[in-house]
Structures are given as C-alpha cells and as structure tokens.
C-alpha cells in the first residue's frame, strides 16, 4: 500500500514560527507522497471564538500554506467545515467510542475540560479521528502531545475493522525528522503557541520585519554572558540557538554575546519568512478559495466513499448522498485501498 499522510491546521490563531518548522516545512517536503492539508475550522469550534475572526484566519492560513510551498496539483488542500463526511463520520464514529476513552484524553484535561466546557472540547479527538480515517491515511505525522489522539484514532479502526468487516485503513504515527523546539521569546519555557497571552514572544509568519526584529531583539536570555546551548541552565539563550539552526540549516556557531546572537537570530527569521510573506501578498484571494473548493471537491470522492462502507457496514441505508451506480456508492463494501 502506498503512503498517504494528512495534516491538519487549526484557525485558532495567526500561524507562527513554531508552527512553520514543525508542521508547514514539512508538510511542503513531503509532497512527494500523496498528502492531505485542510484547515480544521471545526475543531475549532471547540472553545470560544468569534465567527468573523475565524473565517479570516481560515483564508489566511490556507493562503500562509500555499505562500509557503504547498501545491494544489500534489497535495489536497480543503477547509474541512467545506466536508460533511468530517461531521458524518465523527458521529458514526462515536457510536463506536466509549465515554471513557475518551474522558482521558489529556489534553480535554489540561485545557480545563470540566462542567464549563463545550462538549465539543471533549468529543474532538473523535473528529480528529474521523479526520484521518476518511482519506485512508496509512501515516499521521504527530509530535508527542498528539500521539494519545493516534492511538484512539487506530483503536476505534481497529475495532470497526473487526466487529464490522474491512471499513478502515489503520493509521500510524509518525514523528518527523527532529525539528527545533520553538520557545515562546518572553517565556522560553513554555513553546510558542498561537494563542499565547502575550503576543511579544510570538513571531507570526506575517509579522512584517521590523516587528520580527524587535520581538528577537527583546526575547528573554538568560544570566551571565556564555553563549552557550543549554537548555536547562539556559532557555532563553537555547531557544534563540534553536531557532537560529532551524532558519539556517546550518550547525550552531560561536557567538561573543547575547546582542550578536540575537541579530543574527533575527537576520535569519526575517530572510526566511521574506519569500513567504512576499508570495502570500502575492494571491489574490479569490484563487485561494478556488483552490480549497477544488480541494474538498477532490476530498469528496474518498472520503464520500469511506462513510458509505461504515454506513453499509452498522447497517445504514447509503441514504441521498450519491446516484446508484456512481463510484462512491460502487465502493460501499470495498476493502481500504
């Protein structure tokens, strides 16, 4: 069988740094492989949001990745709220899902899952399950703190697979090449994130420059004067080395103080995101939603084909979704390709 991986971005937040060494670059590497990108908009319905904010930072991410080197002749680049097989499947799958494996989810906990929460906020590894299994992806590349969602992901495949017959193809986890751990610049303890509290420690790929170079220029170091990478006895100083090496390709270098390491932190970000920030200036908008319309279209066909085995397999009708005789309801029973 051959690889098939998906990506996942969530609007939640203007796309950073960390999010474009760990994910965009190598999303774009690997389009040799068949690959799947979307923008999980519904995921993140899961907290609070404003829906205006929301669909501007869904236009602006899928334009980030496409600015960034994803190619819509490789790689199937959709807004998932545009696929109703994410929400049908996410249902059809927590008929399968019991309560408790799901409850223990950690990150329901450590976002402060409780009476309070959206049950949404609870639900949505099953969603994500669903994400990954309507397109048959055979590898999900995942970083630590989402392996737990992989291996429910599997789980309820597994377990479909046996009590029903052949629906799903079974994901693995994959963990990309070893990328720099990208710290928030005020508080490199903690990793930058898109919502962070405080955006002085975020540098956002669309920051314009100057921005760019006064947030580096300002990041938090560390006591004494050694330039040195230590993560433990050093974070700040580390996190300025690590984003240095991840910009450059290159192996770390000597540095006098923290003020040269610095400039040449922000010289690097700033050469890096150039070509990104120029190209997504560059889209007309209008070509951008074209793209993700193709995309879901492009989507539709697997993923239409993969619910109608599950609905065929628990026993539903095919219901409305497709004309007999159309290739999505040819593959009803099919095994996984």
Do not use: W
């Amino acid at each position: 069988m051959s690889k098939r991986r998906i990506s996942g971005f969530k609007p939640t937040g203007r796309l950073q740094l960390g999010n474009y060494v760990g994910a965009v670059r190598p999303t774009v590497a690997g389009q040799d492989e068949p690959t799947v990108a979307f923008i999980a908009d519904l995921h993140a319905l899961t907290v609070h949001h404003d829906p205006a904010e929301l669909r501007e930072r869904s236009a602006e991410a899928a334009g980030l990745l496409l600015a960034a080197g994803i190619d819509p002749a490789r790689t199937i680049l959709y807004r998932q709220s545009d696929l109703p097989a994410h929400a049908e499947l996410h249902y059809l799958l927590e008929c399968v899902a019991g309560y408790g494996e799901v409850h223990r989810m950690i990150q329901f906990k450590e976002k402060g899952g409780g009476s309070g929460s959206r049950l949404s906020l609870l639900t949505y590894p099953v969603l994500m399950a669903a994400d990954i299994l309507l397109h048959d992806i055979t590898e999900v590349p995942v970083g630590r703190d989402q392996r737990q969602h992989v291996e429910l992901t599997r789980d309820l495949a597994i377990r479909c697979n046996e009590r029903y017959g052949p629906v799903f193809t079974v994901p693995e986890a994959v963990h990309p090449a070893v990328a720099a751990r990208v710290a928030d610049l005020a508080t490199p303890t903690a990793k930058m994130g898109k919502t962070s509290a405080s955006a002085a420690g975020v540098l956002f790929l669309l920051d314009p420059p100057d921005v760019l170079r006064r947030k580096i220029m300002r990041a938090v170091t560390d006591g004494g004067t050694e330039v040195v990478h230590d993560p433990e006895g050093k974070p700040g100083v580390s996190n300025l080395l690590d984003i240095l090496e991840a910009c450059t390709g290159e192996p770390r270098r000597d540095f006098r103080n923290y003020g040269e390491l610095k400039a040449a932190v922000a010289d690097a970000v700033i050469a890096t995101l150039e070509p990104v920030q120029r190209r997504y200036h560059e889209l007309d908008p209008h070509d951008v939603e074209d793209v993700l319309r193709d995309g879901a279209e492009r989507a539709g066909e697997r993923a239409d084909a993969t619910v109608l085995r599950l609905r065929a397999a628990l026993g539903l009708t095919a219901g409305r979704r497709a004309p007999a005789g159309s290739p999505a309801t040819r593959a009803t029973a099919a095994a996984p390709r």
